[in-house]
């Protein structure tokens, strides 16, 4: 059995899918197994790929008769696998070469869950000739030393292309929610934080690719379906508050909480239209002073065509001396 099953989602993606299959090759580890999710994209066109990939074998391919969504794709992989770890490697992210060889060595020898490496936002895009054009990166939530429950709890700070986890925590925890179309992750790495302690890695091991401009499916869920995220966001969240009330939890802590983001709204409502007043006036100075310079050139243009007039005076005036 391998240590590792990556599973790759894809669908109708071959740009990025050879790229991914290129970049897991590159992995100085290599004690693993890949099982591609083709979401109900074109059979044809992958089979082709998985045939020309160079330094990968075995790789097992599954396909779904139409899109079953981030999630089932995940358990679909996971489930038709073995193997002690788990990653998500999605089509259009990347890996550093030494990702699976640190994150499974800092998983044995710290008898860890999961395991997370420091990343940074990938910026490209698609040309007009279909090549993958670099533009930059950022660290993501680079001010990070560490990840834990209440980080987690405000907002996801580890995308699936960072991660490595035991696969036992899907017989303890669950598998992924196949309910939520995104933020499922997020879901996952949350139940797992409220049991154990991620360690995290700092070392910049993980790209997580990005283009805000693509659309189609071109584009990054994250950008794409950003209403679905604020929502499901959302439903995660109250599902959690249902299921702490079902169990004797009480409605004031929450009301509390509530009454204290009113307050921070209010002030950061109060503070943007300070903000904005503040803009105001400095937009009516800058006017006044467009206007000043405006009238500083008149007036210098002015003292120019005085002071040229003044010149050829004084030269009539020398002409007319010097010829009496």
Request: proline share 2%; net charge negative; charged share 25%.
């Amino acid at each position: 059995m391998p240590k590792v099953a990556i599973i790759v989602r894809t669908k109708d993606r071959p740009l990025f899918l050879r790229r991914a299959l290129a970049n897991i090759a590159e992995q100085t580890y290599t004690d693993y197994t890949v099982a591609i999710v083709n979401d109900g994209g074109d059979r044809e066109v992958v089979e082709q790929l998985v045939a020309q990939a160079q330094g990968l074998s075995g790789i097992q391919i599954l396909h779904t008769g139409s899109s079953k969504g981030m999630e089932a794709a995940s358990n679909l992989g996971i489930k038709a696998t073995e193997s002690t770890y788990i990653a998500i490697h999605d089509d259009d992210d990347l890996w550093e070469p030494t990702f699976l060889e640190t994150t499974v060595a800092a998983l044995e020898e710290t008898d860890g869950q999961l395991v997370t490496v420091r990343t940074d936002e990938y910026f490209e895009r698609i040309t007009d000739q279909g090549t993958l054009e670099f533009i930059e990166s950022r660290p993501f939530w680079g001010f990070l030393n560490d990840i834990t429950i209440q980080d987690l709890m405000r907002i996801n700070r580890a995308v699936p292309i960072s991660i490595l986890y035991r696969r036992s925590l899907h017989e303890e925890l669950g598998y992924y929610d196949e309910s939520l179309p995104v933020t499922g992750d997020w879901e996952f790495n949350i139940r797992v934080a409220s049991r154990y302690p991620v360690h995290f890695i700092d070392q910049n091991l993980a790209h997580w690719s990005k283009r805000p401009q693509a659309d189609g499916s071109n584009a990054n869920s994250v950008y794409a379906g950003q209403i679905l995220h604020n929502i499901f966001d959302g439903r995660v969240r109250a599902r959690a508050i249902r299921e702490d009330l079902s169990q004797q939890g009480r409605l004031g802590s929450y009301l509390f909480q509530a009454h204290l983001a009113n307050q921070v709204d209010g002030r950061v409502g109060h503070n943007i239209d300070l903000t904005n007043s503040v803009l105001d006036e400095l937009a009516a100075i800058n006017s006044k002073l467009d206007r000043l310079e405006e009238t500083s050139r008149a007036t210098a243009e002015q003292l120019n065509r005085i002071e040229r007039a003044l010149s050829l005076k004084s030269r009539l005036t020398r002409l007319v001396k010097g010829n009496r």
